[in-house]
């Protein structure tokens, strides 16, 4: 078993990766500002670092000893980024950058960054997004995803850094927190359970590939204390579901109809995103992941029983 570092354990996927990663039995190092007062993740066999991310020492004293590091920090999304693009480069891209620095020099077996499956691919044609898919980002926060990953070659060829960047879809899952603005799945059915109104962006045409969380992270988990072959992999589901099709497959979960609020679909937003995952099927194996309607159910009954 391995020494784990997860930065960014109390968000929404840093807190499943750390329960599931203590569940292996790995060391686990848990680091995170810690600013909502409550720990997302439910294990306490592990150590638990507050800590700042903008600050390079306490990223420093954290990322010492360790042999696995996973970045799963994220300050902004594609909805709050747009509002002010220099905040990504200020705080994801600079700290980033200093912790794939970081890294290199304490000599960590291999960093997991989580990057972007869907804005760092851009509007482009196409049914499916494989990884050599030249990547187009027009939004921030894409281009800030796909600025880290050039870093990453960067202390790869010059300083040896191991490093994988995890494409990740659109995952949703139960303790995703609705106030990030991320996530349909998650927002809508936080908005029915406190009757709020429920708003689609655009027409309802939006494509995207969904995956649950737990299967996400069990997919990441396959990757531990294995030889990637590659640098970069597309970790989604690998099939495409419209927005519309979202909310009418809650409405049969939830068993009741709401009305919907149409609002206009920013700009940087994409039409079609759909992963083509044969690159991590082929090392790894595949999945018997949940559908869409088992992983929102499951979901909405860990949302109402909790």
């Given at each position: 078993m391995?020494r784990?570092?997860?930065i960014?354990a109390?968000g929404?996927?840093?807190s ?7 569940a ?7 680091f995170d500002r810690f600013?909502?007062g409550?720990?997302?993740f439910?294990?306490t ?9 903008l ?11 360790q042999e696995?590091?996973?970045h ?5 999304t ?5 509002a002010?693009p ?7 891209v ?6 794939l620095a970081?890294?290199?020099r304490a000599?960590?077996r291999?960093l997991?960054y989580?990057s972007?499956g ?6 482009q044609p196409g049914?499916?997004?494989?990884e050599?898919?030249?990547?187009a980002?027009?939004?921030p926060?894409?281009?800030g995803k796909l600025?880290?990953?050039r870093?990453?070659?960067?202390y790869a060829?010059?300083?040896?850094l191991a490093?994988?960047s ?8 139960a ?5 990030k603005r991320?996530?349909v799945?998650p927002?809508t059915?936080?908005r029915i359970?406190r009757?709020?109104p429920?708003?689609q962006l655009?027409?309802?045409s939006?494509?995207r590939d ?10 990441i988990?396959?990757?531990v204390?294995?030889?990637?072959r590659?640098?970069v ?6 099939e ?10 809650v ?5 009741r109809?709401?009305?919907v609020?149409t ?6 937003f994409v039409d079609h995103?759909?992963?083509d995952?044969?690159r ?8 018997d992941?949940l559908?869409?309607?088992e ?6 009954m860990?949302?109402?029983t909790?």
């Amino acid at each position: 078993m391995a020494r784990c570092l997860v930065i960014g354990a109390n968000g929404f996927l840093g807190s499943r990766l750390t329960d599931a990663l203590v569940a292996s039995g790995h060391e686990v190092t848990a680091f995170d500002r810690f600013s909502r007062g409550t720990r997302a993740f439910s294990s306490t066999d592990l150590t638990i670092v507050p800590g700042d991310f903008l600050s390079v020492a306490d990223l420093a004293a954290a990322v010492a000893g360790q042999e696995y590091v996973f970045h799963f920090l994220s300050t902004t999304t594609p909805a709050t980024v747009d509002a002010d693009p220099t905040i990504d480069l200020r705080t994801n891209v600079q700290q980033s950058v200093e912790l794939l620095a970081l890294c290199a020099r304490a000599g960590i077996r291999r960093l997991f960054y989580a990057s972007s499956g869907g804005a760092i691919y851009g509007p482009q044609p196409g049914a499916t997004f494989v990884e050599d898919t030249p990547a187009a980002p027009v939004s921030p926060y894409g281009i800030g995803k796909l600025t880290v990953e050039r870093y990453i070659d960067y202390y790869a060829a010059t300083a040896g850094l191991a490093a994988v960047s995890l494409r990740i879809s659109n995952p949703y899952g139960a303790n995703a927190n609705p106030s990030k603005r991320q996530g349909v799945i998650p927002i809508t059915l936080n908005r029915i359970l406190r009757a709020e109104p429920i708003v689609q962006l655009g027409d309802g045409s939006m494509i995207r590939d969904y995956i649950h969380v737990d299967d996400l992270i069990r997919r990441i988990l396959r990757m531990v204390d294995a030889e990637p072959r590659h640098r970069v992999y597309n970790l989604g589901s690998g099939e495409g579901t419209s927005v519309a099709e979202v909310l009418a497959t809650v409405r049969d979960v939830v068993g009741r109809d709401f009305p919907v609020r149409t609002a206009p679909k920013p700009a940087t937003f994409v039409d079609h995103v759909v992963l083509d995952v044969a690159r991590f099927v082929d090392e790894f194996g595949a999945d018997d992941d949940l559908s869409l309607t088992e992983g929102i159910a499951r979901t909405w009954m860990e949302m109402t029983t909790a």
